[in-house]
């Protein structure tokens, strides 16, 4: 690949270095964001903005807009992506980080439903929304920060698995966070321990900062200024005459998508309502974080060896079957097993995830890559992820039972399956050649 400025093999191996490291604090900084809320929605956010609600009711209410977030996931990646082809990666990255810590330090300012009654629930809804355009734009930009500094076609499904790592780390560190403040009595928790987590982000977001500014920007898009290939309407560009990558994308992130959140974020509501603990449950999704740290790169180096496709699609079966082990574990009244079939969940999944960054967006060219990556990674957020624990509490609720989850997990893995058997692999190929 050519570079539009000139530097010595040294200085490139430097940049792509801190690329990668950028891209995963970045982040896993950004997650740990996004990941706060979904973890005190049921623990939290039920009980100090819904307080009038039948359990249940304040419950789908409370994931309700946990959901707003990811509605927003695809504006933010129009929005990112017109900018991250237009401007460059590491701009537009800088912004999604400022406006994804802000809206999160403010949540932990919110006033609760005794202060200010229904505008409290109001507030979080705008701030989850803002959440949710901060990690659309972010996602797309982190990967192609350290996809497009990769001299070599071999290795860019590792390269592009850390990006993905600092997703389980964003888990751990936001689990981490509740977990300490876990200790303090109830009342005390209730009343301004949870919300301390949330205003320690403005620390985390001042080291992302400083790492990302150090970075400069991907040889491929000093190429396209170079050689004055910037696209000027690149989202619609990419719709247009892209739209079988874009929506085979999405696709083929339902089947990741959904059970990730259930594993996440519904375990709270299930796990609880089994007679299990906060610390726990916060415990044992800790360790299934703990456990990605090395399946979701594992899984990226063996994209690179044996393909993307097929490594995706073996995960893809996994994620079906282990469904069924999940419930099963959950519902055996034994906390060993129940604590080990949560710690082994992102682990059974990464298969998938580890390589779906370079699978995504190695199927666009270039000049519209940071929006098509963007917005076929995103799209799934409205009917996958948002939707997921919405649709497993509604299940629980009407079934009595896991299973009809385990089952709604499944056929997600399926339309995965057949999606991503339509899509092209291109391991190891020259994706700038391809375009």
Not at 298 to 323: E, I, P, Q
Not at 407 to 425: K, Q
């Amino acid at each position: 690949m050519a570079e539009a400025v000139a530097i010595s093999e040294a200085e490139h191996k430097g940049q792509l270095t801190r690329a990668v490291i950028a891209s995963t604090v970045g982040t896993a900084i950004e997650w740990y964001d996004f990941f706060l809320y979904s973890t005190l929605t049921s623990l939290v956010f039920v009980k100090l903005y819904f307080p009038n609600s039948d359990p249940l009711v304040g419950t789908l209410q409370a994931f309700s807009v946990y959901a707003v977030g990811f509605i927003a996931r695809p504006i933010g990646a129009a929005i990112f992506g017109h900018y991250g082809d237009r401007i460059g990666r590491k701009a537009t990255l800088v912004s999604t980080l400022l406006l994804m810590g802000i809206a999160t330090f403010l949540v932990g300012l919110v006033p609760s439903y005794e202060v200010v009654g229904i505008w409290g629930a109001v507030i979080l809804t705008i701030l989850r929304f803002i959440q949710g355009i901060g990690v659309g734009g972010e996602w797309g930009g982190s990967v192609l920060l350290s996809m497009e500094w990769v001299k070599t076609n071999k290795h860019r499904g590792f390269v592009t698995s850390w990006p993905q790592f600092g997703v389980p780390m964003g888990v751990f560190l936001a689990n981490l966070a509740v977990l300490a403040f876990s200790g303090m009595d109830n009342a005390t928790f209730m009343a301004w321990g949870w919300r301390v987590p949330f205003l320690l982000s403005a620390v985390l977001v001042v080291v992302g900062l400083y790492i990302r500014l150090g970075v400069l920007e991907t040889p491929t898009f000093r190429k396209l200024q170079s050689e004055n290939k910037i696209v000027k309407q690149p989202v619609w560009q990419v719709m247009v005459k892209h739209p079988k990558a874009v929506w085979l994308s999405a696709l083929a992130r339902t089947g990741q998508q959904a059970p990730f959140y259930i594993y996440t974020a519904f375990v709270f509501t299930y796990g609880i309502a089994q007679g299990m603990t906060r610390n726990f449950l916060l415990t044992a999704v800790l360790c299934t974080a703990l456990i990605a740290f090395v399946t979701v790169p594992l899984s990226g180096h063996l994209s690179d060896r044996f393909g993307r496709k097929k490594v995706y699609l073996w995960g893809m079966v996994l994620t079906a079957v282990y469904s069924f082990i999940y419930i099963a574990g959950l519902d055996s009244g034994v906390a060993v097993i129940s604590f080990l079939v949560i710690a082994l969940s992102l682990p059974s999944h990464d298969p998938t995830y580890g390589p779906q960054a370079a699978l995504i967006a190695e199927s666009f060219p270039p000049d519209v890559r940071y929006s098509g990556a963007s917005m076929g990674y995103q799209l799934a957020s409205i009917f996958a992820g948002g939707p997921a624990p919405l649709i497993a509490t509604y299940l629980l609720a009407t079934y009595k039972s896991g299973y009809p989850i385990a089952i709604y997990m499944a056929l997600c893995a399926v339309v995965s399956f057949v999606a991503v058997l339509f899509m092209t692999d291109y391991t190891n190929r020259d994706i700038d050649a391809e375009s």
